[in-house]
Each structure stands twice: as structure tokens, then as C-alpha cells.
């Protein structure tokens, strides 16, 4: 299977691992607070039964109805029950001893009405308005049968809450493992994405250097099979011709490999400054009339309005030079007809800011946000259509931060670019 299949496969695997442990992972704190909540209705129901049944003990004793007693008489007397032979402290402890037998911690309020429903003895901070929130039962086995059926009203305090106050840890925890799960299945997709990357401009990278390389390699094959002639081997100035051929082509495969040695040097941060103080104009009014020529095979044109009034940077020579030249010769490769680069400079802060600007093929924001990356190349189309390595703008960028300064693009599809150079004056 391609490796274009496999990865789309992957992440629908993984994206549906994780949906499905989320899925679970709800359901099981939905049952477990349901679970819950079923428990605090019974703790509940527990508690008012053991306060009617103590209730009802201390009311038989103290009515003189005391010893063995079957349920028969027992049902009888107690068709006389009510709360008001109990007093307010005792009717209180009977109920505190159910809440604490029952693991009811929160606050509570208590209340207990007649058949009018009028108040006959309430907890002191029970209010009118807690009926309605609270749980209601019988104080009498069989309310049909007695003859004052009295109600009791339990009021527990943020019942709602309990849920979250019990079950809070698990739901917190449950919560950020899933969120920890969702960020490394991100984290992994996003991984798995920049690998895919890698490797595309791993294989683009391999590409293009076998392409680099591959042309000098051949003219020096040629060279060498010319001098073995027997025509050329007489001829002092044919050997001294293909000797030169063979002398540039290794010159040029020499500098092919040392900008690669170049960007692993970059990589390594290890860039030595032979910092100066220099004229940032001349040095670009230079680097400008050496790629006059190129310019010219373009058929194009380059104008430079080096306005600014401060100029004088402190850089390496060499390292701001390679700068210019990378950044123009980008100009001129991804160029279309009547191509124009406009050079300017001006000041802002302490700073020079240097804007090259050009009317080629443009860059969509994709590229934009990933040109300065190492082996990065915008493609037009074949994969060889414009020479290089991708190492040109990332040795721009590495170089103008390890000089203190800073490097940006804007760019328009079609329209052109705009890289602005900014380096510390003196």
C-alpha cells in the first residue's frame, strides 16, 4: 500500500481510537453519576425512614407505651401520633443521628406540618419557600388510619451541587485526560504531517542535487574523453581549453557542496561574524552590477533608490554581500517577462531597512510562511525548473538574525514579492 494511502488510513484510524475512548469515557461518567445521584436518593429516603421510625419509638415511650408490643397495638397507638409530644431539641437530634448515620454532610432544614399543612415544629432556619425544594414523607405508617397525619419536609442546602462536589475529581480528571489525548493525537497527526513534509523535500532535495550535480559531472566526462583524442592531445591549446572546463565544473561542484556544508553550519547556529562598520549602499551598488548580466539575460531592469539617509551597518562583509546576491538572485530566478527589481532603503529606528522588490511569479501564503525553511523550494510546476537547493533564503534568514536583525516577506500570486531586510546601524 502507497504511502498516500497509508497516512489518510492512519488518521481516520487514530481520529476514530479517539472519538471512540471519548464516547466511553462520557458514558461512563454519565452512569456514574447517575449511579450517584440514584445512591443519594435512597441515603435520602433511608434517613427520613429512620427519623420516622425513631420518631415513633420516642412518641410510644414517652405516651407510657413501653415494652413488648405487637404490631397490632403498636399501629393502634400510633394512629395518635404527633410531633408535638416530642420537643424541638429531641426532634433535632433524631434527625442529626439519621444525616450523620446516612453521610449527609451538607447543611439541612427540617419541617413538619399537620393535615393543613400549617407548620407544628421546623428546624430555626427553615423558610416557607423550601417546600418546594424538598423531600416530603409521612411521619405515620398509614396516614388513612390516623387521626393527626402530620407530614415531614426534609430541605437539604446545594443538593444540586453534591454530584459535582463528590464526583468533581473524576469529572476534573476524566476531562483533562481526555484533553491530554486529544492534544497528543493533534501533536501526532501534526508530527506525522511535518514527517510527510521532510520527506517530500527530502526526495525534492536528493532531486535536485543529483540534477546540480549531475551537469558537471557530465561536461568533465566529456572534457576528460576530448583529452584522450589524438587530435587533442597534440594541441597545447585544446588541453589548456578542456583543462580550464574541467578546472570551472570542479569549482562549480565545489561550491555546490559547500553551500550544503554552509547550511549545516547554519543549522548548528555555529555562523562566524568578522563584524565592521560598511556602507550598506556600496556594498549593494555592487552586488547590483554583478548581477547586471543575469538581470539583462532576462530581459529585465533594476532600479535602486538607496534613500536612506543612515547606511553605515555593522556586519560582515562577506555574510551581508551573500544576503544581497541570495536575495536578488531569488528575485531574478522566480522571475516572468519583463522582469523589474526594485531596490530601496530607508530608516526605521535604529535600523536599515533594505526592500527588494520584485514583479515575478508571486507566492501563495503556504510558501510565504515556509520559505525560509532549509531545502524549501516553491515549485512552478517541474520539479527542475529552477535551480537550487532551497538553502539560498533559510542562509538569509540565519544570517540577518545572527546579526541582530530581522527578515520578512509579502508576496501576491502573480504579482510579485517583497523581502524587507532589517540590520542595526552603527
Known sequence: MSMKRVFPLIVFLITLSVLGIIFIQMSWIRDA?????????????????????????????KSGNIGYMDEESRNYYLQDFTVQMLTTDEMSTIVSKAMKKYNIKENYEYCVTNIFNVPIMSSPGFKTEYFTSSTASPLTSDPNKSSRPETFYLHIADDKNYILNKMGWIIGSSILFTVIIISAFALTVRTMFNQKKLSE??????NNMTHELKTPLATISLAIDALTNEKVIHDSDKIRYYSGMIKDENKRMNKQVEKILQAARIEKQDIKLNLQKLDAHDLI??????????????????????????????????????IIFNLLDNAIKYSKNNLHIEVSTSNVSSMLAIKIADNGIGMNRETQSRVFEKFYRAHTGNIHNVKGFGLGLSYVKATVEAHQGKVTVESTIGKGSTFTVLMPLV
Not at 51 to 61: G, M, R, V
Open 33 to 61: 453519576i447517575k449511579l450517584r445521584q440514584n445512591q443519594r436518593t435512597l441515603d435520602i429516603e433511608y434517613a427520613i425512614s429512620q427519623i420516622k421510625e425513631q420518631a415513633q419509638k420516642l412518641y410510644l415511650t
Open 201 to 206: 523535500i527530502k526526495s525534492d532535495f536528493i
Open 285 to 322: 551598488n555592487k552586488v547590483a552590477n554583478n548581477l547586471s548580466l543575469q538581470i539583462q539575460e532576462k530581459n529585465g531592469t533594476i532600479t535602486l533608490k538607496l534613500d536612506a539617509d543612515r547606511h553605515i551597518i555593522e556586519a560582515d562583509e562577506v555574510h551581508f554581500s551573500n
